[in-house]
């Protein structure tokens, strides 16, 4: 998946520091990142020496995607996990003061961090990557509220490929389209068609009329008969023509209206 020099996750060594944490149960890894943020607070002349400061950033990006405002590092680790499990070092929830901490690991790191970033990286896109992380924890990493934790959820069955048995409709319906649009989003429509069977799109196409989104479930359909008709991919809709369609903030909103609309289907009865 291509990522810019200015994300927070997108060195090999922010890669390899998801993995390690990924390895960690998910009720202990708040634990073990607070003890890397104190670490680095007590010792700031270890940055670069004993830590890298990639590593560091990554782990304020993983507490930022768990925090309220956090959502551009949330959509970013949950791509990622959607295209490779082994990364998914998502917290479950937050632990009181991991924020600050966080905050506070930021300060010795964050020069070194950015000299260190590729070349060809525009130096305005690594300061808003930073001013962004930097908000996100200084305000307090306020709790998900009860719909992200309904997103997430519907994302983790959908990484796993089914909900379970008795999982309220809204949910399994998210989970479903979630399953395919990451991959869209991680590979693009053709990556997407490969790695999900017709039936995984046509659930996909499902929900993308359950959820409101006509012109998405359309192209998506018109994308899967192409498919199966043999026709060469260039003669498919193009990965622009779909994220016109779906990107951004568009399934998210989407999915809080059905939610407020029909909350028995999301078990918010």
């Known amino acids: 998946m291509a990522a810019s020099g200015a ?15 990924a390895e960690v149960a998910p009720e202990l890894r708040a634990a073990a990142l607070e003890q890397r943020f104190r670490f680095v607070e007590d010792q700031p ?3 670069g020496r004993d830590v890298h400061p990639d590593q560091v950033v990554a782990a304020a990006g993983i507490v930022a995607a768990a925090s309220v405002g956090g959502d551009q590092f949330g959509e970013r680790l949950r791509r990622l996990a959607a295209n490779d499990p082994a990364l998914d070092a998502r917290l479950p929830k937050l632990m009181k ?3 600050s901490a966080a905050l506070d690991a930021l300060t010795p790191v964050v020069d070194l961090w950015r000299q260190e970033r590729p070349k060809d990286t525009d130096p305005a896109e690594v300061d808003e990557t930073i001013a962004a992380l930097s908000q996100v924890l200084a305000l307090g990493g306020g709790v998900l509220d009860d719909l992200d934790l309904i997103w997430n959820e519907a994302n983790d069955y959908g990484i796993d490929g089914d909900a379970p ?17 990451n991959s869209v989003m991680g590979g693009g429509l053709s990556f997407a068609l490969e790695v999900n069977e017709p039936f995984r799109i046509r659930r996909a196409v499902e929900a993308l009329h359950y959820f409101g989104l006509t012109a998405a479930a359309d ?8 498919s199966l008709k043999g026709e060469d991919s260039d003669s498919w809709p193009t990965d622009d023509d779909f994220d016109g369609l779906i990107d951004g903030d568009v399934l998210a909103s989407a999915f809080r209206a059905k939610a407020i609309e029909a909350p028995a289907d999301f078990g918010r009865a």
Do not use: K, M, N
């Not at 192209?219 to 192409?226: G, K, N, P, Q, V």
């Open 7 to 21: 994300d927070v996750f997108s060195s090999e060594e922010a890669v390899e520091f998801l993995r390690e944490l």
């Open 97 to 99: 003061g991991l924020t």
């Open 165 to 181: 048995e008795g999982t309220p409709p809204g949910i399994d319906q998210l989970a479903g389209l979630l399953r395919v649009h």
């Open 219 to 226: 192209l998506l359909d018109d994308t899967l008969r192409r």
């Open 45 to 47: 002349e270890l940055v």
